[in-house]
């Protein structure tokens, strides 16, 4: 499968703190942002596989997306992730649930390590970044990504997913 792929990673924080005084408003202005562009490829800085998705979990659901050889490109190519090099994770503002990410049954390790997780509330987001080499995914040991949904409604998020496929 000879793709190319280029990416764009990117966040900011932009804040404005202000004091109204009676002669003067002292404001403190904070831009904070950060870019990161990959080139296509399977070395560092580099990126050659995505996974994006709009999914449903039902109250109380789980699922295990999983990293090697089930999810497919949005060509409709099967992948099979050698590193993660970027994770977005978007909840849905009209969720009332949280959706907790990792910990399960053969877990990618990520960014949260063998039994961390991490809580995405209604209309947050998550993203975490790792560029140079990634984080690995081990096909059949450490490839699957568990999503999990609180009890009380069913929870919408996106996912997008940029890594290497060697």
Wanted: without cysteine.
């Amino acid at each position: 499968m000879s793709l190319a792929l280029t990416s764009k990673l990117s966040v900011a924080l932009l804040t404005q703190l202000t004091n109204p005084l009676d002669n003067s408003t002292p404001a403190d202005n904070l831009d904070l942002s950060k870019v990161i562009r990959l080139a296509s490829g399977t070395t560092a800085d580099h990126a050659d596989r995505e996974f994006h998705d709009t999914r449903t979990l039902a109250t109380g659901a789980t699922e295990d997306l999983d990293l090697a050889g089930v999810l497919t490109d949005p060509l409709g190519n099967t992948l099979t992730f050698a590193t993660i090099k970027g994770i977005l994770v978007i909840a849905d503002t009209a969720n009332t649930t949280s959706l907790t990410f990792g910990n399960g049954s053969n877990p990618w390790i990520g960014p949260w390590g063998a039994t961390g997780t991490e809580e995405v509330k209604p209309g947050g987001m998550y993203h975490n970044i790792a560029p140079g080499t990634g984080w690995a995914v081990t096909p059949a040991t450490g490839d699957v990504l568990k999503v999990a949904n609180a009890a009380g409604a069913s929870a919408t998020y996106k996912i997008a997913l940029i890594g290497t496929s060697a």
